[in-house]
Nanobody, 119 residues
């Protein structure tokens, strides 16, 4: 099984930066992709950024140019660097790994970390 621990959230002023981390542990056979999702109060959970096993990335339009997803394979960790933060970025951020075991796809979710952007 795969366990994900998300960390790095906090309170930051508009225009500030945060770096979220998603550390994976456990038995990892094959990971198709890891994504960062967020859910704000009263809003649907949305995909923010994702990175595939091949290193391809994609971003929600609302964060393009401000957020960067990256990985450190040696540390089994995926990062989300968030710059130029806006109040509308306030949400609980979750990381999710999509893995394949014995031909079956599984989704593994981290516990979420709160990001609050406010003056």
């Amino acid at each position: 099984q795969v366990q994900l621990v998300a960390s790095g959230g906090g309170l930051v002023q508009p225009g500030g930066s945060l770096r979220l981390s998603c550390a994976a542990s456990g038995i990892i056979f094959s990971i198709n992709a890891i994504g960062w999702y967020r859910q704000a109060d009263g809003k649907q959970r949305e995909l923010v950024a994702a990175i595939t096993s091949g290193g391809s990335t994609n971003y929600a339009d609302s964060v393009k140019g401000r957020f960067t997803i990256s990985r450190d394979n040696a540390k089994n960790t995926v990062y989300l660097q968030m710059n130029s933060l806006k109040p509308e970025d306030t949400a609980v951020y979750y990381c999710k790994a999509e893995g394949v075991i014995a031909g079956t796809t599984y989704n593994y979710w981290g516990q979420g970390t709160q990001v609050t952007v406010s003056s």
